[in-house]
């Protein structure tokens, strides 16, 4: 059960300083399940963490300024339930920004999701976890981005939008390891419409392939016994030769299908890529989550991906590694989530 307090006793000198007005919630994810992978060379068994969901510790908080105003911040660690260790190698790996919040919409400053990111997740039928994920194909450029300054509106009418920009900060350049994003959508009952861009400038000098743009058009319709999602992408980037504004795009169908005390997730996605010859990729994949009670789940999912000769497209942080390009990669997964 998320837990209010007045003061955080494991932030120490924070939670003295806090104010009567201030709250703050602590929560998280604990995931761990079991994975087999065949990435068409070698087949692994392996136990890893946050198979549907990354296994966090978060902590945010609010505090009522008066007016309608109000302050907030997130710091939202990463851990692996297997090891112990960090899951992105920082202490708030997953988020940390410090912001305002109002009747204008919110403005947050720090590490944080980028808008196409957001936007997938409500589209994909496995929300960019488990080993179904859209993002095994899809580019979700600017995941997570330093620096970044984000703004929101409110909800207008079904209506909301969001803008994101991130910093470089490379001496000398005001562009190099720049990402900008925005999106907007629109939400009516079992209606569901969202559009998003990124720009994604070269990551360090001289990096001839770093530049790229992607478009992001999604839906969902929920008819209650069947949810439908679909998603197309187009991505715009650079060859390793410089040759710039080539064509990459996906395309995703799937359904999520209440079932029991569950539900059933199944998707497919095909991508088409130009950035050279026999990359395209595809990826089948089926799951079903199983509550035991609000905060507890069991998961299991399988998804096949099948490569061109020159695609190495993987089912990308679980056990099998990266394969050789060609070969086509099988996963399974089966493994428990409790969130707090």
Do not use: C, W
């Amino acid at each position: 059960m998320k837990k209010t307090l007045l003061a955080l006793a494991l932030l120490g000198a924070f939670a003295g300083a806090a104010s009567a007005q201030t709250n703050v919630t602590v929560y998280g994810v604990v995931d761990a399940g079991l994975t087999y992978a065949n990435n068409g060379t070698a087949k692994t068994t392996a136990l890893g963490s946050g198979l549907l969901s990354g296994s966090r510790l978060g902590f945010r908080g609010t505090e009522n300024l008066g007016g309608g105003l109000s302050a907030i911040f997130t710091l939202e660690n990463g851990f692996n339930v297997d090891d112990g260790s960090l899951g992105q190698g920082r202490l708030f790996g997953r988020q940390a920004f410090v912001g305002l919040t109002g009747s204008f919409g919110a403005v947050k400053l720090g590490r944080q999701y980028h808008p196409l990111r957001n936007a997938l997740n409500t589209i994909d039928p496995f929300n960019l976890g488990n080993i179904g994920t859209a993002s095994n194909i899809f580019n979700v450029y600017g995941d997570r981005g330093d620096n970044t300054i984000n703004y929101s509106t409110p909800k207008l009418g079904g209506f909301k939008g969001e803008l994101a920009y991130s910093l470089g900060e490379v001496a000398g350049s005001s562009s190099i390891g720049r990402q900008a994003g925005l999106s907007a959508g629109y939400a009516a009952g079992p209606f569901n419409v969202i559009l998003a861009h990124h720009d994604q400038n070269q990551q360090a000098a001289g990096v001839a392939t770093g530049d790229s743009r992607t478009t992001l058009l999604g839906g969902t319709y929920d008819f209650r016994v069947v949810k439908l999602h679909a998603a197309y992408a187009l991505n715009k980037g650079s060859t390793a030769a410089g040759v710039k504004n080539v064509d990459r795009d996906e395309a995703m169908i799937g359904v999520s299908v209440p079932l029991g005390a569950g539900k059933i997730l199944a998707s497919y996605i095909l991508r088409r890529d130009d950035m050279g010859a026999n990359r395209d990729a595809e990826q089948l994949a089926l799951g079903y989550i199983y509550s035991l009670s609000k905060r507890t789940n069991l998961y299991t999912s399988v998804a096949r991906i099948n490569n061109e000769a020159a695609a190495s497209v993987n089912a990308g942080g679980f056990a099998g590694g990266a394969g050789v390009a060609g070969t086509d990669r099988s996963t399974f997964s089966v493994g428990v989530r409790h969130s707090f």
